[in-house]
């Protein structure tokens, strides 16, 4: 099941209230073709835009996973994703009357059920999975938050949190597969400290929730003019239990309930990625923050993957794309295509290239033929091609465009580059705007920078 494409085979609804924002709300899950991913649609407003479920569109952390595309909105996204994740569903549309899904019991089980009536639906076309084939790590030392993602051949989670101090305490759990999503995880529901509400309340927060869709530890005394007001905020009739470990009673559903919550929220956020991922992903005091940074850093890491398997570069050789492959990339060919390797790539970021230099250069013959020296236009022409590579990443069909060069600034030769030096070519991107990009570009020849500039360059349509 899991090597092919899926979707669901009729619409399906759910209705509610929104954790956060308290608006009511009815979901429908709707079949989506081959390729189209998961994509949230706001019926609520017109003209809104279609959101994909895509890192590149998270707009903000408040307490929940927020996507956005231009003034469009959607809150509290997780729990839904999840759910489409656990049960491997990569195509599906997902339209909302409000900004927010409903919470229902604050956990991905009730989607889950939602989807599983509409019936999963095997699509003619395999799935494309991020295959993690290296250690990645992301730390924020405010929070004390450490993830570490290592190759494995199945998704797998490890994670832990901590509240010292609290009824939370310090929990572990693991997820070997993605199989044990549905039973072991997607139960699990969202859960605060008690002195976590008036925080959340004043930054208008929470306004949908109660003890039905959320556990709420306890980890202070409450008065009872304090009780009086939380049973007002939750809508709760009769005597609210404030002796146990959770507010009212609240019976867990797993002894680790909260840190399986943390999992499900990472398998949500994870999503964003927009391919199922194949490795094993360790988190310490974790949250949508961190989360979300991981995301960024697979989905980068399969932007890169997918332009590999595109161009038919040659894999465990310490490169990322050999010259065979930069020709189906860029327009240029011998005698001007001056880069033979690209060795690191991260898309819309930075990438890397080489340009061996050797006596048999044609420009040789003519430029300082007694003494030669690569022409300084020509080392800008190879971190400009360099540059190319990481510009034709970020638009459709790159076989289809060309880069050209609209100004150069900061011109500067450090040293003169002879035959028998590598050139190590190393271009940043500043900005990328409607087909305009602004780059750095730096060479360096055994470590020693020989040459750098500031390039704007504009992609055009290429002319058969």
């Known amino acids: 099941m899991n090597d092919r494409q899926h979707t669901i085979g009729t619409t399906i609804s759910v209705s509610g209230v929104g954790l956060h924002t308290g608006q009511p709300v009815s979901l429908t899950f709707k079949p989506a073709p081959v390729g189209h991913g998961i994509v949230f649609y706001r019926t609520d407003l017109p003209n809104a835009e279609p959101v994909p479920a895509l890192v590149d569109y998270v707009v903000d952390i408040a307490r929940g996973t927020i996507l956005g595309k231009g003034a469009t909105r959607l809150h509290t996204v997780e729990h839904v994703l999840a759910a489409a994740t656990g049960l491997s569903i990569d195509n599906l549309i997902i339209e909302l009357t409000a900004e927010e899904p409903p919470a229902l019991d604050g956990s991905a089980f009730p989607f889950i059920e939602a989807l599983r009536k509409a019936e999963l639906v095997e699509q003619d076309a395999p799935r494309d999975f991020l295959e993690v084939d290296q250690t990645l790590t992301y730390r924020d030392d405010k929070s004390a938050t450490d993830v570490v993602i290592v190759p494995s051949a199945e998704f797998r989670i490890t994670y832990m949190i901590d509240y010292p101090n609290t009824t939370v305490g310090t929990q572990y759990t693991s997820m070997y597969s993605m199989s044990e999503f549905v039973e072991e995880f997607s139960k699990a529901r969202t859960f605060c400290l008690l002195s976590e509400m008036k925080e959340l309340k004043d930054r208008g927060l929470i306004s949908g929730g109660n003890l039905q869709n959320a556990v709420v530890f306890m980890d202070m005394a409450v008065s009872e003019d304090e009780m009086t007001g939380l049973k007002k905020h939750f809508e709760y009739e009769g005597d609210l239990d404030r002796t146990g470990k959770t507010l009212g009673g609240t019976e867990l559903r797993y002894p680790n309930e909260p840190v399986r919550h943390k999992a499900l929220d990472l398998v949500g956020d ?25 995301a960024r850093m697979l989905r980068k890491l399969y932007e890169t993957q997918k332009l590999t398997r595109r161009y038919g570069s040659k894999s465990g050789r310490g490169f990322v794309f050999d010259s065979a492959a930069i020709e189906k990339l860029l327009p240029h060919k ?11 790539l991260v898309p819309g970021e930075r990438v890397v290239g080489i340009k061996n230099v050797t006596r048999n250069e044609p420009y040789f013959n003519g430029h300082f033929p007694g003494h030669p020296v690569m022409p300084g236009v020509l080392i800008t022409e190879a971190m400009g091609q360099t540059g190319g590579v990481l510009l034709l990443n970020s638009v459709e069909k790159p076989e289809s465009k060309v880069v050209y060069f609209t100004s150069l600034e900061n011109v500067k030769f450090r040293k003169p580059v002879t035959p028998g030096d590598q050139l190590r070519l190393t271009v940043e991107m500043i900005l990328f705007r409607r087909g305009i990009c602004k780059m750095k570009g730096s060479a360096f020849v055994d470590g020693a920078l020989v040459a ?10 290429r002319q058969e």
Do not use: F, N, Q, W
Request: glycine share 8%.
């Open 334 to 344: 011998y005698p001007m295509l001056l880069v033979d390797r690209i060795l690191e």
């Open 270 to 294: 994870l999503a964003l990625v927009g391919a199922p991922v194949r490795g094993h992903v360790l988190v310490a005091r974790g949250g949508h923050a961190s989360h979300v940074e991981t």
């Open 452 to 461: 750098e500039a500031d390039m704007t360059a504009a992609i055009i349509d």
